[in-house]
């Protein structure tokens, strides 16, 4: 068997390198019969003659240049697997897999730290997921994806963890033609006179339709629902039909500008929607806890807050 270790590569190259036992010897800190005697072992253990004295220099057999040429090939590997073994480790080399709904890919603080994320770790290999918050939920628990960015309400399971990340402006959306189209800005009093796209939520109600249903029960007024829809993209499609009018967030402001006007809506209190990020309780990846600690480092900063309206 080869009982040979990598420091004997290391010191036959060092040799090879120098061509002078004494100066390698310097070189690796070692006394010189001691990598003398290293070499000898080599040797033994190889059972071929790798070096030879030519009167007062050495110079490599062809055994030893064959060696030299394969050693060096195997230490070469050894450094680029300690230096991606460290990298992974501190998660600047993996994949990492974000799910996105439909309607969060559209919010400019997402693309903001997805930019981020890609130019802090280009080693990491990322790949985005667009589908329905349910199925990114189950996604996350089956180990599909690592992370997603997601509309409340967080789910209800101890196997995920969430944090908020961002909130965004309700803005109403109405048709091209409609009457309200002309203005400035819009309250919620006039637009609730209208047939409304309702902003149901799959599981149950959403916060956005909470805060709707709050401020009709205000008003004193039931709604007068056209249609229901979980997709805010949808809602916005369905106004553009001229079905009705809605309430979307912020950033999907621009979407069928051919067909829709978008206007801010003037409510108090106003009305708000989050984004949060949602990944697994359990996640020993450190390019998972890498992409968290940007996400906080974000919000901390930019705080979580309804960014200002501005059509």
């Given at each position: 068997?080869?009982?040979?270790?990598?420091?004997?590569?290391?010191?036959?190259?060092?040799?090879?390198?120098?061509?002078?036992?004494?100066?390698?010897?310097?070189?690796?800190?070692?006394?010189?019969?001691?990598?003398?005697?290293?070499?000898?072992?080599?040797?033994?253990?190889?059972?071929?003659?790798?070096?030879?004295?030519?009167?007062?220099?050495?110079e490599l057999t062809e055994a030893g240049i064959a060696f030299r040429r394969e050693a060096e090939a195997i230490l070469d590997r050894v450094r680029v697997a300690s230096l991606i073994a460290q990298e992974t480790a501190r998660g600047q080399t993996g994949r990492l897999s974000i799910g996105l709904t439909e309607s969060s890919g559209f919010v400019p603080a997402v693309t903001a730290i997805l930019k981020q994320a890609r130019e802090r770790w280009p080693r990491v290999e990322t790949s985005l997921i667009q589908a329905r918050s349910g199925s990114l939920v189950?996604?996350?628990?089956?180990?599909?994806?690592?992370?997603?960015?997601?509309?409340?309400?967080?789910?209800?399971?101890?196997?995920?963890?969430?944090?908020?990340?961002?909130?965004?402006?309700?803005?109403?959306?109405?048709?091209?033609?409609?009457?309200?189209?002309?203005?400035?800005?819009?309250?919620?009093?006039?637009?609730?006179?209208?047939?409304?796209?309702?902003?149901?939520?799959?599981?149950?109600?959403?916060?956005?339709?909470?805060?709707?249903?709050?401020?009709?029960?205000?008003?004193?007024?039931?709604?007068?629902?056209?249609?229901?829809?979980?997709?805010?993209?949808?809602?916005?499609?369905?106004?553009?039909?001229?079905?009705?009018?809605?309430?979307?967030?912020?950033?999907?402001?621009?979407?069928?500008?051919?067909?829709?006007?978008?206007?801010?809506?003037?409510?108090?209190?106003?009305?708000?929607?989050?984004?949060?990020?949602?990944?697994?309780?359990?996640?020993?990846?450190?390019?998972?806890?890498?992409?968290?600690?940007?996400?906080?480092?974000?919000?901390?900063?930019?705080?979580?807050?309804?960014?200002?309206?501005?059509?």
């Amino acid at each position: 068997s080869i009982g040979m270790e990598l420091r004997h590569l290391r010191y036959f190259c060092a040799v090879a390198d120098e061509m002078h036992v004494t100066r390698a010897a310097e070189r690796l800190h070692l006394a010189q019969p001691a990598l003398t005697q290293q070499i000898k072992a080599l040797e033994g253990e190889l059972q071929v003659e790798l070096l030879r004295r030519v009167g007062r220099r050495i110079e490599l057999t062809e055994a030893g240049i064959a060696f030299r040429r394969e050693a060096e090939a195997i230490l070469d590997r050894v450094r680029v697997a300690s230096l991606i073994a460290q990298e992974t480790a501190r998660g600047q080399t993996g994949r990492l897999s974000i799910g996105l709904t439909e309607s969060s890919g559209f919010v400019p603080a997402v693309t903001a730290i997805l930019k981020q994320a890609r130019e802090r770790w280009p080693r990491v290999e990322t790949s985005l997921i667009q589908a329905r918050s349910g199925s990114l939920v189950t996604a996350l628990i089956e180990r599909r994806i690592d992370v997603a960015f997601v509309r409340p309400p967080a789910p209800p399971d101890a196997a995920l963890q969430s944090w908020p990340f961002v909130s965004e402006a309700v803005v109403a959306v109405v048709p091209i033609t409609h009457r309200l189209a002309s203005q400035r800005s819009v309250t919620f009093s006039t637009l609730a006179r209208e047939a409304l796209i309702w902003p149901q939520a799959r599981d149950g109600d959403g916060p956005l339709h909470t805060q709707i249903d709050a401020a009709f029960t205000q008003l004193g007024r039931a709604p007068r629902i056209a249609q229901e829809t979980p997709e805010f993209v949808m809602a916005v499609n369905l106004v553009a039909t001229g079905l009705g009018v809605s309430l979307v967030p912020q950033s999907i402001v621009g979407l069928r500008a051919d067909a829709v006007v978008y206007l801010p809506l003037r409510s108090t209190p106003t009305f708000s929607i989050k984004i949060i990020l949602l990944a697994r309780t359990a996640d020993a990846s450190p390019t998972v806890a890498n992409f968290l600690a940007l996400a906080r480092e974000y919000t901390a900063e930019h705080g979580d807050r309804p960014s200002p309206v501005s059509l």
